[in-house]
């Protein structure tokens, strides 16, 4: 992953930053925020799973550890991130008895989480360091538990402007659908679906109840894959 620091310089700026570089969609941080942890949801419900415990993998200021807790229904919650400004910036906004803000050195994987939340972190690391990042979130969940790794497009030139207008991203190094699916089989996880969203732009709101009908064509600005850790 990129440097501490270098999170650290864009923590206190972050939401005028993704704000800018979103801009061009017509929606704020927190549409596509909800859109994610609220799809994921639906997902959950539909394999039967109520997790207890999330981790918020990469959770930069907080807010989706937050929806973690009030959307999935989780009594505990712990965001973990590299940028210590970053963790004491969502410290004093989101800290409760329900959530919890650590470094990676921190936070050791007991085997015990019931779902890993990830979006948009991947294409900060380097590619030869994800295989390690895979296996600590493998670490992380119990047998059976669920990872949703949410991750910008790159086939959606959408997701590309943004990307290029976006001041902490404009060094990241995005992964393919192909690549995020090989990245973890090769971990040790089961896929069980691969869904894109934010296909239409708010000018084109009204075509939004579209979307799950589509969500299995790679044309929306983010995509998840969803997957899960062997039971045995």
């Known amino acids: 992953m990129r440097p501490a620091a270098e999170f650290d310089s864009f923590a206190d700026t972050y939401d005028a930053d993704i704000a800018r570089a979103l801009s061009v969609s017509g929606e704020s941080k ?9 799809w994921l949801r639906e997902r959950l419900r539909n394999l039967a799973e ?31 991130d590299v940028s210590t400004r970053s963790l004491e910036v969502a410290r004093s906004h989101h800290d409760s008895k329900a959530r919890r803000f650590l470094s990676f050195e921190e936070y050791s994987p ?32 119990r047998p059976g538990g669920v990872f949703a790794l949410w991750e910008n497009n ?3 030139p959408g997701a590309r402007y943004v990307m290029a207008h976006c001041a902490f991203d404009r060094n990241a190094v995005p992964l393919t659908p192909p690549e995020a699916h090989n990245l973890v089989r ?44 062997p039971t045995s």
């Open 154 to 156: 790159p086939w959606n």
């Open 30 to 38: 927190d549409y596509f925020a909800n859109g994610r942890v609220g």
């Open 110 to 141: 007991r085997g015990e989480a019931d779902v890993v939340y990830c979006n948009g972190v991947f294409h900060h690391i380097p590619p030869a360091e994800r295989g390690t990042a895979v296996g600590y979130i493998l670490r992380c969940l």
């Open 186 to 229: 090769n971990g040790g996880f089961q896929i069980l679906s691969t869904d894109f969203l934010f296909i239409f732009p708010r000018m084109l709101k009204l075509l939004r109840p579209l979307e799950p009908w589509l969500s299995r064509f790679p044309l929306g600005a983010q995509y998840m894959v969803l997957c899960r850790k």
């Open 50 to 80: 109520r997790p207890g415990f999330a981790i918020d993998y990469g959770c930069g200021t907080g807010g989706s550890s937050v929806l973690l807790s009030e959307q999935l229904g989780a009594a505990s919650v712990v965001g973990l």
